[in-house]
Structures are given as C-alpha cells and as structure tokens.
C-alpha cells in the first residue's frame, strides 16, 4: 500500500493482487449483507470523489512504472456508473500507460446492471479481470447467507463476462452450508461451476468472524462448520463433479487446510488422488497445523 495515496478503511484484494497498485474509488460495499462477512462493517458505502482518484493516479504516476496491475477497491467498485468507470480506465490508461490490466470485484448485481457492449467498452478501456465470490451454487444456501444473488444470475453472469471478453475469477467458499447441508452444497457448487466455466476457480475456506450474524447463528446452535475432514469431503466433491474445460483451480488460500493449484481438467485425477490419501487415511497431520493458518 502506498502512504501517500488516500485509503480510506480497511483495504482488501484477491491475493493474485499482491503486487498491484491499489486504487480505492469506492469505500464499503452497496450490498453489505453476506452472514459471513465483517469486511466494510460500519463503514457507509459510498464513491470516492473524482478529484480524490484523480490526485490519486498523479501520485503513482510520480512514482514511476512500478506497477503494472491496477487493482480498483473496494467491495464491489463494479457498481459504479458506466460513465464513472470510463472515467476512471481512461484516465488510468492516460496517465499511467505501462499499467497492463485493470481488476475488480464484481458480482451478479453489478455485472448485471451492465450490457454485454459495456462491459466490452470496460475491457477495451483496460478492465481485464473480475473477481466473484460466488460462495455456492445450493440455491437454499445462497439465500440463508443473503448473498444477494441467485444460481441462474450467476451463470447469466458468467456468460455476459466471456461474451465481453472479460476474464472471470470465481471464489466459492468451503464450509458456508455448515455441517447439515455440506453435501448439497458441495454438489450443486460442482454443478454451478460447470455451468459457468470461469477461467479462474479458487475455494476457500469459511472463516467464522466474531461479531456477524453468521457467528451468532453458530452461538444459538443453528451453524456447525463441517469438520476439516468434511471441508476436504466439499473440496473433493467440487473437483471430482465439476467438468470444467479450461479452469486455473487453487485452494491454496491462507485459510485453506490443503493447498493445490492445478489446471483443469489436465489435472484433475492427480488433485483426486491427493484428497483421497488424506480422506482415506483420516490423518489430520496431513493438513496445515492450525497455527500456520493465516486468516
Ligand atoms: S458482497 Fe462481498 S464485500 Fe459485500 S457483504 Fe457480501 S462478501 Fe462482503
């Protein structure tokens, strides 16, 4: 991050983004309702003025071509008006020209308000990749974590993203059905992947935050994460059911228990028989120790 540029909260992006310039045009998240998450809590979700962006990208084009990825934050910035947006890509392809591609979050609700011919402009102004915690594909699961968006707008999503040219990073979320409905989950994740064939698929792991309502559900006896045996069970099923044609999978988040990255389908009967060693052998030595888990 870079002290000299206005931040305003707590800042996230995917890990993938690790060495991109970080330019914050949105605070918080519109949507600010998943169960599980405590990330813009509290915080008000609003655009950042025009001038805050613009001194923004003046500053990191004084410092140079030191990045050459563009991550905008927060939440979900794909929300912001067509017309803001091309505001923004142009002035970053203007000013910053060795920048090679822009990225985002993204999901269901901002793509959709876009047409495929937006979405195209965007990618033709720099906006190269959007990321999509997608979370699951079990309908019942989407609408107890109040994620906001359906099975079917998913995969409209999807298609709408490919047909601009965009490529789509999907994150689903090992464990968010809890204990009761983790096969279901499992399986219909599997089925919804396959339907969306993103370029990118990355699992997580559900982590239960102090302080949402996903933790106090747990505290009344309503959500039991499934076991680390049965987060690998989910991992398995999404790998072994799923038939994806060109896909970069990694469960290789801090929060997972079992690192992999592998291209799909290429790999798919070698991932399968790791995850059954383990699962046969029932040896929990086998997965990260708890401390290492980086959440
Ligand atoms: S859409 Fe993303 S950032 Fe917003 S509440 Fe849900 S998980 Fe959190």
Redesign the pocket.
Known sequence: MLPAMDYVGNIYRPPSEAHSLLLQVTVG?S????TY?Q??KGERFKTKAWEVVEADIEEARRMGPRFDRVFLCD??SLVLSQRKLEQILLRVRERLPWVTRVGT?G?TRSVLRKSVEQLTRLRELGLGIVYH?VESGDAETLRRVD??GTVEECVETAERLRAAGITHSVMVLLGIAGAERSDEHASATAALLTRMQPGFAGALTTTVVPGTPLAEQQARGEFRLPDKLGLLRELRTIVAESELRATRFSANHASNYLPIRASLPRDKQAVLALLDEVLESGDESRLKPEHLRAL
């Open positions: 998240c949507h600010n309702a998943c998450c990330m813009y939440g979900d979050y999901d915690g994620k906001g």
